[in-house]
T-cell receptor, first 114, second 115 residues
Framework: GENVEQHPSTLSVQEGDSAVIKCTYS??????FPWYKQELGKGPQLIID?????GEKKDQRIAVTLNKTAKHFSLHITETQPEDSAVYFC?????????????FGTGTRLTIIP | DGGITQSPKYLFRKEGQNVTLSCEQN?????MYWYRQDPGQGLRLIYY???????QKGDIAEGYSVSREKKESFPLTVTSAQKNPTAFYLC??????????????FGPGTRLTVL
């Protein structure tokens, strides 16, 4: 089955700097890659996603890049703010039109230092 | 949390007891999922259901059971056969659109502690 590795497990950046979180996946058939943000004691919230027919997607300060050849995708957060502090999870799925089974990475705890 | 409710938020259980976690959604979503979250291990899939009266095992189904009698409800029972049930349990759902990559929306979670 699919295996997703996520790095780093913890990340601290100064407010205003950029943060990058990287994930690799094992199954070349995976075609959907969402990123979730989870605040303490809450359920994960989708922040951005990308499908395998796209190399990059951006939404304001957040961007995701996908390298299908290397089986690698990354989350980029620019101009970080204190409210960006949370745990971030990447995921991958072999999307089969209604049979969505996500495999998650182990998470990155991002801390923004004021 | 987008119309997915989980109850209770905190649950305490004695060893040897079965306990049922509730998950309800009013989003008219088709598929529903249960995940378990442990520190440092991300989310692992327990069971999922694409339609009413049908469900499939995920990666860690042993010691758990589910039912899907109504589209909006997908309760999870943690049985006494689950060796290490203390964890944070998350329910999710999606509206299947017939295209690749439908978004999973998560509930707020239930924290189960076995005493």
């Amino acid at each position: 089955g699919e295996n997703v590795e996520q790095h780093p497990s913890t990340l601290s950046v100064q407010e205003g700097d950029s943060a990058v979180i990287k994930c690799t996946y094992s199954d070349s058939a995976s075609n959907y890659f969402p990123w979730y943000k989870q605040e303490l004691g809450k359920g994960p919230q989708l922040i951005i996603d990308i499908r395998s027919n796209v190399g990059e997607k951006k939404d304001q300060r957040i961007a995701v890049t996908l390298n299908k050849t290397a089986k690698h995708f990354s989350l980029h957060i620019t101009e970080t703010q204190p409210e960006d502090s949370a745990v971030y999870f990447c995921a991958a799925s072999i999307s089969n039109f209604g049979n969505e089974k996500l495999t998650f990475g182990t998470g990155t705890r991002l801390t923004i230092i004021p | 949390d987008g119309g997915i409710t989980q109850s209770p938020k905190y649950l305490f259980r004695k060893e040897g007891q079965n306990v049922t976690l509730s998950c309800e959604q009013n989003l008219n979503h088709d598929a529903m999922y249960w995940y378990r979250q442990d520190p440092g291990q991300g989310l692992r899939l327990i069971y999922y259901s694409q339609i009413v009266n049908d469900f499939q095992k995920g990666d860690i189904a042993e010691g758990y059971s589910v039912s899907r009698e109504k589209k909006e409800s997908f309760p999870l029972t943690v049985t006494s056969a689950q060796k290490n049930p203390t964890a944070f349990y998350l329910c999710a759902s999606i509206k299947t659109s017939g295209r690749a990559g439908d978004t999973q929306y998560f509930g707020p979670g239930t924290r189960l502690t076995v005493l």
